[in-house]
Nanobody, 115 residues
Framework: QVQLVESGGGLVQAGGSLRLSCAAS????????MGWYRQAPGKQRELVAR???????NYAESVKGRFTISRDNAKNTVYLQMNSLKPEDTADYYC?????????WGQGTQVTVSS
């Protein structure tokens, strides 16, 4: 059974940091591109960061220089280190991969940044 389980969200003040984790199971994690997306209330889900199987990364312009995506293939886990958080980073954050042409999503973890 394919499963993505996010953790690490919470409430933080502007300028603070959080680290999100996504534990993956049920598929060949080491071969897959993994992504973090977010969805703020009333807005569409958007890509935050993505990391390929070999460690190449790309980021949304709004988070470049503040967020870092990484992966630990031994633990089947992908991380999102979020620094210098802003109120506009407030959203539900979702882990993502693709399997047989279909998106696979975790349940999400909520991040709230207070001003």
């Amino acid at each position: 059974q394919v499963q993505l389980v996010e953790s690490g969200g919470g409430l933080v003040q502007a300028g603070g940091s959080l680290r999100l984790s996504c534990a993956a199971s049920g598929f060949a994690f080491t071969l897959k591109t993994m992504g973090w997306y977010r969805q703020a209330p009333g807005k569409q889900r958007e890509l935050v960061a993505r990391i390929t199987f070999d460690g190449s990364t790309n980021y949304a312009e709004s988070v470049k220089g503040r967020f870092t995506i990484s992966r630990d293939n031994a633990k089947n886990t992908v991380y999102l280190q979020m620094n210098s958080l802003k109120p506009e980073d407030t959203a539900d954050y979702y882990c993502n991969t693709e399997r047989f042409g279909r998106n696979v999503w975790g349940q999400g973890t909520q991040v709230t940044v207070s001003s």
